[in-house]
């Protein structure tokens, strides 16, 4: 697929075309690797990625064997699981040598430590640059720690369906921004920031970076190595197809870690943990960024999610997002334009994640119409309906059928028989 998303040679928008391009995938043989309960056209990978086929008996091994026949004896297994897992992680989805990334917490706890860190480091400034759209939890986190520190939030006014890009944070740093709060791929557009120019951009004028990961890990490759990118956090229920509420991670660049503190001084990040001691002494390397007992359930879940994603490499996972959102706009362009949606992510596939959002000014009642339909998008606010393809699990069969049902809906006016009004959870 091009980078404009011309149809490419002998292309056509009928089924047998989609079905001839599930033949050529080379990451077809992965769908085999996860359930697929029933017909549903899952369009959410971005939300909830599948189940792996081997998660359910990790899982009975943890519980039933480290769990249920070893109890205590299990500890001296799970207490470097954090690390481990990490290291794993940071190999196989970040790019990252070992001993920079730990699972820990939510992604919203990791922001809150590595924010307060972050700023930690730099004492005399006054300021954290956030993008306006960025993540809500990522906002909120940024407010509140303004708020308790006194300092200063500034919002980058990004285009909401093209992101920030490397000018737009040059002109506002300055040299009492402490810190550049950004995500890598955006929640609602899906658009790829310049995450190497940024970072650079951010150095110079001696501020530091902290990137959010939630929809780019597994569905690009990160820099974060070529930027020399200092902080990075991100979930595992996404394209990590680790679970609901798995655990996240953080990555601390390796240079920091001695200077680094994080603000929750738990006995997991205390340098001789089973010493009791009265006084807190944080521990060396990434352990000092844990807090309290790992899920190890939740870890379990993580490392065989990561079992497909190492199998596949995320150069080949990359290609195939691509071409997949590149293949959907194709098909948006041809037969939803002119149903009065537009592409509300960057037109190139290059410049964006695996997600392509569309706008509709009934977007919130298309997605009720698909849903009845068993087609599961996501909705955005303001107007947006976001399609997440997960190029491990989901078919351009999958793309062609979920678009050919948008279609239909729009085309009769199925959509306007639901409520206008959004419900609480989308
Ligand atoms: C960009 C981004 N950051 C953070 C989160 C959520 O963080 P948490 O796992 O703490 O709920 C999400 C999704 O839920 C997200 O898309
Ligand atoms: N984490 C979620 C949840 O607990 C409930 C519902 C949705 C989510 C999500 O992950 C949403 C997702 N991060 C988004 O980009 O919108």
């Given amino acids: 697929m091009s980078e404009h998303a011309a149809p490419p040679e002998g292309a056509d928008f009928g089924h047998d075309f989609a079905r001839a391009l599930d033949a050529a995938d080379p990451l077809r043989p992965y769908r085999d690797w996860f359930v697929y309960a029933d017909d549903t056209i899952y369009l959410d990978g971005?939300?909830?990625?599948?189940?792996?086929?081997?998660?359910?008996?990790?899982?009975?091994?943890v519980v039933g064997d480290?769990?249920?026949r070893s109890l205590i004896r299990s500890w001296p297994r799970w207490t470097e699981f954090a690390t481990a897992v990490g290291d794993r992680l940071g190999r196989e989805v970040l790019g990252v040598d070992d001993g920079q990334v730990a699972?820990?917490?939510?992604?919203?706890?990791?922001?809150?430590k590595l924010?307060?860190?972050a700023l930690d480091l730099r004492p005399d400034r006054r300021t954290i640059l956030i993008e306006k759209d960025n993540f809500p939890t990522d906002l909120y986190v940024v407010q509140g720690i303004a708020q308790a520190r006194g300092i200063t939030c500034v919002y980058l006014d990004s285009d909401i369906d093209r992101g920030v890009d490397v000018s737009l944070?040059?002109?506002?740093?300055s040299d009492d921004v402490a810190l550049v709060v950004l995500s890598h791929v955006a929640y609602r557009s899906g658009a790829l920031a310049d995450m190497v120019s940024i970072t650079a951009a951010a150095h110079e004028a001696g501020a530091l970076t902290l990137w959010d990961l939630c929809h780019s890990a597994g569905s690009v490759r990160i820099p974060l190595r070529e930027a020399t990118a200092d902080f990075?956090?991100?979930?595992t229920y996404k394209?990590?197809?680790a679970g609901p509420g798995a655990p996240a991670y953080l990555y601390v660049r390796r240079d920091l870690q001695s200077q680094a503190r994080q603000p929750i001084w738990g006995w997991f990040s205390q340098r001789d943990q089973f010493g009791m001691d009265q006084q807190y002494a944080a521990a060396d390397g990434m352990a000092r960024f844990l807090t309290g007992t790992p899920n190890m359930l939740g870890i379990a879940s993580v490392d065989e999610g990561l079992n497909a994603i190492a199998d596949a490499g995320i150069g080949q996972i990359q290609e195939g997002g691509r071409l997949l959102t590149g293949y959907a706009q194709l098909l948006a362009d041809e037969w939803l334009r002119p149903l009065d949606f537009a592409v509300a992510s960057p037109?190139?596939?290059s410049r964006r994640g695996a997600h392509l959002t569309l706008h509709h000014e009934q977007a919130w009642q298309v997605c009720q119409a698909m849903i009845a339909r068993d087609v599961v998008p996501d909705f955005r606010t303001p107007d947006r309906l976001r399609l997440g393809f997960s190029p491990l699990t989901t078919s351009y069969d999958e793309v062609w059928r979920g678009l050919d049902q948008i279609r239909q809906i729009v085309q009769v006016g199925e959509h306007l028989a639901f409520p206008t009004e959004r419900a609480a959870v989308t």
């Fill in 46 to 61: 971005n939300s909830l990625g599948r189940l792996p086929k081997g998660t359910p008996a990790r899982l009975q091994e």
């Fill in 66 to 68: 480290q769990w249920g």
């Fill in 103 to 112: 699972i820990s917490d939510s992604t919203t706890v990791n922001l809150y």
């Fill in 115 to 117: 924010i307060n860190a």
């Fill in 169 to 173: 944070v040059a002109d506002a740093l």
């Fill in 232 to 235: 990075a956090v991100g979930c």
């Fill in 239 to 241: 394209y990590l197809n």
């Fill in 347 to 349: 037109r190139q596939p």
